[in-house]
Each structure stands twice: as structure tokens, then as C-alpha cells.
């Protein structure tokens, strides 16, 4: 985590895969291409290690895992209510990481040009 600053994003308070590849690329100093090879690679390793049932622990930032939601009966709101069988699936989880909750929770710069640590 070593730039604080916020990443751009085109429509407020969203953050999309583009506004990470630029961010990427800006900070590493590559082609939005290149960027986009590893922002991508990122999120296939993090997918491939969930269908494998790992958990993935990114220190300081927090941690990805499969949670099992059992099987349960839900009503369909489109049909008056009928009941229906909703099947067992595994969810990602995410659980931020302490540092991660902190950086979100500090204070924010008091104004312009105020320098943030």
C-alpha cells in the first residue's frame, strides 16, 4: 500500500477495472496493455485459488474466502409467493485487513495542498 492517493475513477464514488489498469500503469510505469495483463492475472489467481478452496491472505489488506450458503426455501415474489428450493453454492468473502481499515478510517487532509502521510 504505498500510494494512498485515490484512484480516478470516470463516474463518482466508482472505481472500475479501467481506472485500476490506468492506475496500474501509471504507477509502474507501463502500457495500459501491460497493465491490463497484470490486473487481470491479479483477479485470475485470486479466482483460480477460491475454486480450489484456498484462502488467499494479502497482509494488510485482508483476506478472500468461500463461504458455504446451505441449501434453504425462498419464496418467488414473481408467482404470489410460491415456495421454492434455493441449492447449496459457495460466496466469496472478503475481510479486510486491520491496516486496510485504518487507512480507510483516518482522517481526511484538513484542505488544499495538505499533505497526508
Known amino acids: ?15 472500475t477495472k479501467a481506472d485500476l489498469v490506468e492506475e496500474v500503469a501509471r504507477a509502474a510505469e507501463l502500457t495500459k496493455k501491460q497493465a491490463e495483463t497484470v490486473v487481470d492475472s491479479v483477479f485470475s489467481g485470486i479466482i483460480s485459488s477460491l475454486r480450489s478452496g484456498q484462502k488467499i491472505e ?14 434453504r426455501v425462498a419464496r418467488n415474489p414473481k408467482k404470489s409467493g410460491v415456495k421454492v428450493l434455493v441449492p447449496p453454492k459457495k460466496v466469496p468473502y472478503f475481510k479486510p485487513g486491520k491496516r486496510l481499515k485504518e ?14 502521510p
Open 103 to 116: 487507512l480507510i478510517n483516518e482522517a481526511e487532509p484538513s484542505g488544499p495542498g495538505s499533505d497526508s
Open 58 to 71: 494479502l497482509r494488510g489488506f485482508g483476506s478472500f474466502k468461500l463461504r458455504l450458503r446451505g441449501a
Open 1 to 15: 500500500m504505498e500510494s494512498e492517493r485515490p484512484v480516478a475513477s470516470r463516474a463518482e464514488g466508482t472505481t
